[in-house]
């Protein structure tokens, strides 16, 4: 105890610090508090997923009749907004104790709503328009956290008759809320994707606190020397050294928590993609806690030690075993070979044929090949700074600094070759699925009718006069959905006039009387006899029976579902069509979101059993994938930046712990002339040199990775150019930063007291 | 032309203070072309500090350095930098070779500095660690040779250029007195042969036995001491 005191006091140099020893304080904290900041987070994911699931079990709507319970009437719908999907429960009691949801303090009167935290901010917000016109009644409650599963959840009650349920055929009784929780099962398949994404995660950071907690580290000797001269023995030296550690350590560990307890607060309000999480769900789990509170100033602790494991520490000086150290080089290529083999498997399977033991091979081939890669750098770095030779005197000093020791500056640089090539890599396979993903295109036809609302053939009429009474509305084509029977064979198809199927496919000139078949390739039209069939949530209802005309007129239209009769009702001979699905197009002018929005208010009181939607969804669909896509590479660009930084930050350190270690010869290089350029531009090139092998290494791998991925996935691949000159950018800038920081030291070593000998 | 007898360094009226400490207080002293000069003193008379001023390493408060009629003090830092590539030499006490380059690298570095190719440079350089007869270690670095050796290769860089004028700070005082006299020999007779002026600092009167003639610091004072053949 009483060394480690000794190294306490020592770490801390009675208020006398140096600059190097404040520098290493600093930097290992700063180290450490970014290490318990990522891990902290990530080990709240459990409970905040084990959380959701919980909840979720708990309003789960129990079915099996109760006795003595008058059930709940539950009719589930979604009413939907531009990308936002709404899950509204219709309820209605049948009896004084009727269950009572979960969140809710009473059940929502006929015309009432009870909506989720995140619908009521949605319908308070300015933008809220077009979902207003969608959900029908009045918002009176708010669902508390416990009758949601996710703060993210669009979730609604809405009260309603009785009558209005019963006479729904897929509507249901629940006599009591909540499934028992069996617990969140990890499974072994999650936590082999989980635990290698992790460790590439900390692996920058691993190599920070260990390059911070190294730093300073010919002063630390001298120090540790002094003290075996005044009697401290070989392993009470040691403890001192792991005190002098711990110092920075617990500064960071309490940094860390406190980060951690900041960004808590603000959880709900920084996420990407639209995620949303309770802050009372963002909770570390204890045991996990105790582990990261001891592993992490552990982890500082043991690489200090580590770094005097080839080193005597004698009361006159330092000694160094002189054995070198040889690179073990089989595991960093059976981790290589292991990848590629995963990834040559892949090629066993065809093109397109992305099925899960393809997935399964390309995700272990992936993970093996990125730390593989990694591993390899100090090596490859080594071998080739050892082929380089002459060049100007700058080029030279690095180059021969490099030759020395490269590994340190190697080890730094893995860590950001992984995460760049992953970044590459998912930025790649993102880029190339989102630009090929949606291979559907929307007729031309779909311009003429901007607006259409989904109903049944009961409520066909009723929208129709609704719709057809708004302002702007000038037409309706109501399409239905059939089906046709043949024996066992089963299609599809829609009735409706021209306008209304021209909204349906690219069927060009079209007359009442025609019938189309959108053709699949090598399909063939259905020919003779067959049964009409109705459409409905209730199940299928047969018709009267139709003849195919031979006059079908076969279509091939691009980016159209296909394999499905279109029908004009001059084609059925006067036939009665069964009750079916009904999608009313509606013509008219003005924007179509307004229209829509007008639209949506006019059939609200059908409820469920009238959807206003835009026709051309597909817009909001890209929208929505667009911004997915931004959002994920600004995520992806923000955890390369901070890779890169953390990265550039050790970088630094070396830097600076190099120019510390070699002030003499660099003050009598600039006492014998040499300009400070030439010294300046050598620790440039000493920086540049690993960082550009390395993001060479990650570029190329990151690429080559994306290659296979996208062959399964039939995709073409495209190069996200700006996410790659950003980071060509930024390297470029990281390595002048770095350069530029480590000036005022070399300006300092070059100075006259340098030289002074006596 | 500067022949032997010429000064060609000449200091006159030299002040220099760091913070509260008056390192030179009038210091005065020339150099001839071939000239060894010792200059030597207690530990903190201001030696080193006169050094560094002569070879324009520091600027003095006040006084005015010549050399070879150009006016030292008033040049530009680049100006005097580029001078001490050029024309001077220098070899301190220890730790002034770069680590990681060869010892063949490091004698090669001024030439290279002042614009030689490789191939020249090194030619060169092994000419002058044969003469120092260090050429056995031109492969080697720093950290593998004695402090003899490392000495001896830092008298080769300091003369590979040419200079006119060679400074040595203490250049035997992490040396045996073996060492610490094979390195004396080589330096002086080395700059004899190449008419270099050497301006030596130390406080060891047997190192300074090798010098023509003796200039005692004292608190910021030159005294000077014509040795009695």
């Known amino acids: 105890m009483r060394d480690l005191a000794l190294g306490l006091r020592l770490a801390v140099g009675g208020g006398r610090m140096s600059g190097a020893a404040l520098l290493r304080l600093a930097m290992t904290a700063f180290g450490i508090a970014l290490a318990v900041a990522v891990l902290l987070p990530a080990a709240a994911v459990q409970h905040l997923v084990g959380a959701q699931a919980e909840r979720k079990a708990a309003i789960a709507q129990v079915t099996q009749p ?70 029908p009644g009045r918002v009176v409650d708010r669902i508390s956290r416990e009758g949601v599963s996710g703060a993210g959840d669009l979730t609604a009650y809405y009260g309603v008759p009785a009558a209005q349920i019963e006479a729904e055929a897929d509507g249901r ?42 730093m300073g580290a010919a002063q630390r000797e001298r120090r540790l020397a002094a003290l075996r001269l005044i009697g401290l023995d070989a392993r009470q030296v040691k403890r001192v050294a792991a005190a002098e550690s711990l110092v920075g350590a617990v500064i960071g560990l309490v940094a860390g928590i406190g980060f951690f307890a900041v960004l808590r607060t603000f959880v709900a309000d920084i996420l990407p993609f639209g995620l949303r999480v309770f802050p009372e769900d963002f909770v570390p789990s204890w045991p996990l806690v105790g582990v990261i509170v001891l592993l992490v100033p552990g982890l500082a602790v043991g690489s200090a ?69 990694a591993a390899l750098l100090p090596w490859l770095v080594e071998r080739l700074v050892g082929r380089l030779h002459g060049g100007p005197p700058s080029w030279q000093l690095a180059i021969r600094r490099l030759q020395l020791d490269s590994g340190t500056a190697s080890r730094v640089v893995s860590g950001l070759v992984v995460v760049l090539a992953g970044t590459i890599l998912t930025q790649g396979v993102i880029t190339s699925l989102s630009a090929g993903g949606r291979q559907w295109r929307l007729p031309d036809g779909v311009a003429a009718v901007p607006v259409q609302v989904t109903t049944t053939a009961a409520h066909e009429a009723e929208v129709m006069a609704l719709a057809g009474s708004v302002a702007g509305v000038t037409a309706t084509h109501p399409a239905r959905t059939i089906g046709f029977r043949s024996g066992p064979e089963r299609n599809f198809g829609v009735v409706g006039d021209c306008v209304a199927l021209k909204a349906e496919a690219n069927i060009g000139d079209c007359a009442d009387g025609d019938t189309f078949y959108v053709a699949p390739p090598g399909g063939t039209a259905p020919t003779g006899k067959v049964r009409l069939q109705g459409l409905s949530p209730a199940g299928a209802v047969d018709g009267p029976e139709w003849t195919v005309p031979r006059d079908l007129e076969v279509v091939r239209p691009a980016g159209t579902p296909d394999g499905r009769l279109l029908i004009t009702p001059g084609a059925l001979g006067g036939l009665t069509l069964p009750d079916s ?69 050790s970088l630094l350190m070396l830097s600076i712990e190099q120019i510390s270690e070699r002030r003499r010869p660099l003050a009598a290089l600039s006492a014998a002339g040499v300009p400070i350029g030439v010294l300046a531009r050598g620790a440039l090139w000493q920086t540049a040199i690993p960082v550009v092998i390395g993001v060479v290494l990650a570029v190329a791998a990151g690429l080559g990775l994306t290659a296979p991925i996208l062959r399964l996935a039939d995709r073409t691949m495209i190069v996200d150019v700006p996410v790659l000159l950003t980071l060509a950018g930024t390297t470029v800038v990281a390595v002048l930063l770095v350069t530029a920081l480590t000036m005022p030291l070399l300006r300092q070593v070059t100075r006259l007291d340098t030289l002074r000998s006596e | 032309m500067t022949g032997p007898g010429t000064p060609l360094l000449v200091g006159t009226g030299l002040h220099k203070s760091f913070g509260p400490t008056r390192a030179l207080d009038g210091a005065a002293l020339s150099v ?48 005097r930098s580029a001078l001490r590539r050029t024309d001077f030499g220098f070899v301190f006490q220890f730790g002034q070779l770069v680590p990681e380059l060869s010892c063949l690298e490091n004698v090669a570095l001024p030439l290279r500095l002042t614009g030689a190719r490789r191939k020249q440079a090194e030619a060169k350089a092994t000419e002058w660690l044969a003469r120092l007869e260090v050429d056995g270690l031109a492969k080697r670095r720093p950290g593998d040779v004695s402090g003899g050796q490392a000495q001896r290769v830092a008298v080769a860089r300091a003369l590979v250029t040419g200079p006119k004028v060679v400074f040595a700070d203490e250049p035997t005082g992490a040396l045996d007195s073996l060492n610490g006299e094979k390195v004396m020999q080589m330096l002086t007779q080395a700059a004899r042969e190449t008419h270099a002026a050497v301006v030596l600092v130390t406080h060891e009167p047997r190192v300074a036995a090798y010098s023509d003639r003796e200039v005692v610091v004292r608190d910021g004072r030159t005294v000077d001491r014509e040795l009695v053949a």
């Open chain 1, 66 to 135: 109760r006795a003595g319970v008058a059930p709940l009437l539950v009719h589930n719908w979604y009413a939907s907004a531009g990308d936002d999907f709404v899950r509204v429960a219709a309820v209605a009691a049948t009896g004084a104790n009727s269950p009572v949801p979960p969140g809710l303090s009473r059940l929502p009167a006929p015309g009432e709503l009870a909506v989720s935290p995140e619908l009521a901010a949605k319908l308070a917000g300015p933008d809220s328009g077009s979902l207003k016109a969608q959900l």
């Open chain 1, 173 to 214: 009784k629940v006599y009591a809320f909540g499934l028992p929780y069996t617990g969140l099962g990890l499974s072994a398949a999650m936590l082999a994707v989980i635990a290698p994404i992790a460790a590439v995660l900390l692996l920058p950071l691993l190599i920070f606190v260990t390059t911070a907690s190294r």
């Open chain 1, 305 to 373: 030690l580590f770094g005097l494991r080839r080193t005597i520490v004698e009361p006159l000086g330092v000694v160094r075993q002189g054995k070198p150290v040889r690179r073990r080089m089989w595991w960093r290529w059976a981790l290589t070979t292991i990848g590629v083999l995963f990834l040559a498997a892949t090629l066993a399977f065809d093109r397109g044929e992305g099925d899960t033991a393809a997935g399964l091979a390309l995700a272990a081939g992936s993970v093996f090949l990125l730390v593989g890669v």
């Open chain 1, 581 to 649: 699905s009904v999608r009313v197009y509606l013509a008219g002018t003005g924007d179509p979101q307004a229209l829509t929005d007008s639209v949506a208010r006019a059939v609200q009181p059908l409820a469920w059993n009238a959807r206003a939607d835009k026709s051309d969804y597909f817009g909001d669909f890209d929208a929505r994938d667009k911004q997915l896509v931004e959002s994920f590479r600004s995520v992806l660009i923000t955890a390369l930046l901070f890779v890169l930084a953390v990265a550039a930050m």
């Open chain 2, 32 to 79: 001839s072309a071939g000239e060894v000069l010792a200059i030597m003193g207690s530990s903190g008379s201001g030696k080193s500090t006169l050094l560094h001023c002569l070879a324009g390493i520091v600027r003095p408060d006040a006084g005015s350095i010549g050399y070879r009629g150009a006016d030292l003090v008033g040049m530009a830092d680049k100006e």
